[in-house]
């Protein structure tokens, strides 16, 4: 979340980021308005507490204290972070810069199909049976197929893990607590599957349980910077996402993915970026699959996030390049909202600390990448170098 010394110094910064990002400012126009309340409550609270004034007259105040405080909290909970000065204006993707590409999408002699056909013929892909399971836009791999994921997941994690990240197998089940400081609650309710019962909803993201390994704790600068990796499932609900052009594995609500957290300090953050976006692009590298660079305008920005850049993989079945992976420095705005601070080394007040995310890869858009870019005319999928060891097999064939 935002500093309220932030918002309550600088009115105007705040409005006019929330403007770059197409944001309604009723919210902020809100909060203001009953900070000031509060502040001239709080006054005269301390006012007639000095002068021993009626406990009863005390007790009303302190009640409409708390009341202002709790609006306060669930209002600042609902404002999102502040786009960077060097993030491009926009308000959709026509806003978004290309940064650069890698590598050159594949030529056939034949009309290449999507995935989804290939797989279909290749007998690793069951999406009618998934139904059955859980209903629709839910994921069945079969035989090489979650071989594929299976070893797609073990590539990434031991390239991670040799770079210098400690990989996690964290819970799937996480509190409401933790789904407000990373920024997901009050905000992405709607996309999320809940246990009302129990309190807690199944992870949207692994970046909600690496971010937020360190909640409630102060760190030694010298501990820093962090870097966690972890392979967990996702599940969102993405009520009015669906479309014609994302059938098969394109979008579903439950996909797995290899996250990547690192956790600096704010004078690291852009070496932690760089890195973590260099670690992102080696996965897509390593398999050989044809890339763009996306720097994502202020309009397009993800809740939390300063700043993003996307890659988005080539697919020759889609014809298109999709993202495969959204890299994103959250500044101090979710560390903020954890209570995750830093102690620095030369003494001093604790500071926030930068969280930076970023997938590397999700793994159902890297199969569907590999299909498509590997297809041949015979219906067989040719893959790259890095999987021969680990699937024991040059190419899936039916």
């Known amino acids: 979340m935002l500093s309220e010394r932030l918002i309550r110094a600088y009115p105007d910064r705040v409005r006019e980021g929330l403007r770059r990002r197409g944001s309604a400012p009723e919210t902020l126009e809100r909060w203001l308005t009953l900070d000031d309340e509060r502040r001239t409550l709080a006054s005269e609270h301390d006012a007639l507490a ?31 972070n502040l786009p960077r000065d060097d993030v491009p204006d926009g308000q959709d993707a026509s806003g978004n810069v290309e940064l650069r590409r890698w590598g050159t999408p594949p030529v056939f002699d034949f009309t290449p199909k999507r995935h989804d056909e290939l797989a279909n013929v290749l007998g690793i892909l069951d999406l009618p049976r998934a139904t059955k399971l ?78 937020a390994l360190h909640a409630d704790e102060t760190l030694a600068e010298e501990a820093l910077p962090l870097a966690y990796t972890a392979c967990t499932p996702a599940f969102r ?76 993989v080539w697919m020759s079945g889609e014809g298109r390049y999709v993202e495969i992976s959204s890299v994103s420095d959250c500044g101090t705005f979710q560390a903020r909202g ?33 299909l498509e870019n590997g297809q041949r005319a015979n219906g067989s999928v040719a893959l790259p170098l ?10 899936l064939a039916h």
């Open 50 to 80: 000095a002068s021993k004034s009626d406990p009863s007259a005390l007790k009303r105040i302190r009640v409409r204290l708390k009341a202002l405080e709790d609006e306060q909290r669930g209002l600042l909970a609902r404002i999102p």
């Open 134 to 211: 859980a209903g629709p836009r839910f994921p069945l791999l079969v035989g090489d197929g979650a071989r594929l994921l299976r070893a797609l997941a073990t590539l990434f994690l031991d390239m991670h893990r040799a770079r210098g990240y400690v990989e996690i197998a964290p819970p799937h089940l996480l509190r409401a607590t933790i789904l407000e400081g990373t920024g997901h609650l009050p905000r992405f309710a709607d996309d999320l599957y809940q246990l009302p019962a129990d309190a807690l909803a199944l992870s949207p993201t692994a970046e909600t349980q690496l971010v």
């Open 237 to 312: 609900r993405e009520a009015g996402s669906a479309g014609a052009r994302e059938r098969g594995l394109i979008r579903q609500h439950q996909f797995d993915k290899v996250e990547l957290v690192r956790i600096a300090t704010p004078e690291t953050a852009d070496a932690a970026f760089t890195t973590l976006l260099a670690d992102a692009e080696e996965t897509l590298q390593r398999l050989a699959l044809p890339y763009r660079v996306v720097v994502l305008c202020a309009g397009e920005l993800p809740f939390a996030a300063e700043r993003t850049v996307d890659l988005e």
């Open 338 to 370: 954890l209570h995750l601070r830093y102690r620095p080394k030369g003494g001093g007040r604790t500071r926030y600390p930068h969280t930076l995310n970023g997938s590397a890869l999700a793994l159902g858009r890297t199969l569907v990448a590999l």
């Open 386 to 395: 890095a999987l021969h060891a680990l699937m024991g097999m040059e190419a």
